[in-house]
């Protein structure tokens, strides 16, 4: 007797498509081994697979997360700066209407070179004058200051679409704007005649970079420098050094609040995702002892803390109030 396929085929073909299985995470390379680790512990749960982790850079992980709803688009946005408003409105005409963030903590940028090269001491105000386009365009460090290194400036460090650049601009170069004789604060921008280096959104690399270069430094999150600390050292700003109690107590003043986008209309469509962003912000791994201390995470203070996990919770969505 003949079988005919034709039935089979008729089923398979109204069938719904299967859900992606897996979790997909895009955006900030700061973010990253955050993401990275809780998606390792995650993954040792046998009902799922470990989740996907891709550092994009901020605003390109964002840009992805908002291109629409469904299994083909990513089911969270790491960011080292909040969404800004535009990007929030891209995700409304996209359908992306139902968006819970999540601020993981905090975490100080570093200004770093080779443990065996010059120790820099900086002020906000001299690495604007060397690293601003509107600035003076000093060829040594030595230049700004005779007490500073005279070496050539060269400083390696993250592209446009990176949400550590956008920070630092803001924290640093806008700030020491503030205390020179420039007039294009509101505009001012890193530099782009070859002293600042575009490195790209992979933070090892210049890392790795650093360590043949003895007169270059690298501009990362501090995490990166946590976890080198064998092959690199941190500049003081300000006259603070950079280490995890400066960052938690504020005195190390160049830090910003780390995010994560999640996706609500995927949840309960990807299988796991409201597990993860629970461990996410979980007292285990982004408490004031959890695991994500260790790779160089400064938790949220306890009434941050708890608002934090109340909205994931609740899977509160948020507004565009306060966006900018």
Sequence with gaps: M????????????ASPAMAREEIRIVGSSTVFPFSSAVAEQFGRNPDFPTPIVEA?????????????????????ANASRRIKAKEFALCNQNGVTEILEITIGFDGIV???????????????????ALAAQGPLPEYWSDIDPSLPAIAIEVLGPPPSSGT?????????????????????????????GAYVNAGENDNLI????????????????????????VIKGASVNGVTPTFDAIASGDYTISRSLFAYVKVAHIGL?????????????????GEEGYLSDKGLIPLDEVQFLQNGNR???????TADGLR
């Design 2 to 13: 003949k079988l005919s396929i034709l039935p089979c085929l008729a089923i398979l073909l």
């Design 56 to 76: 994009t850079g901020s605003g390109g992980g964002i840009k992805l997360f908002c291109s629409g709803v469904g299994e083909k688009y990513p089911d969270i």
């Design 111 to 129: 200004i770093a070179n080779a443990l065996w090269a010059p120790r820099f001491r900086l002020t906000t105000e001299q690495l604007t004058l």
């Design 165 to 193: 650049r956008d920070a630092f601009e803001e924290l640093v170069l806008h700030q020491g704007c503030k205390t020179t004789d420039l007039v294009a604060c509101e505009g001012i921008s890193m530099r782009e005649d």
């Design 207 to 230: 890392v790795s970079k650093l360590e043949t270069n003895p007169d270059a430094l690298g501009i990362f999150g501090f995490s990166f420098l946590d976890q080198n600390y064998d």
């Design 270 to 286: 990807i299988p796991g995702l409201e597990g993860f962003i629970t461990e996410l912000v979980s007292q285990a791994a982004s």
């Design 312 to 318: 994931v919770k609740n899977l509160t969505s948020m």
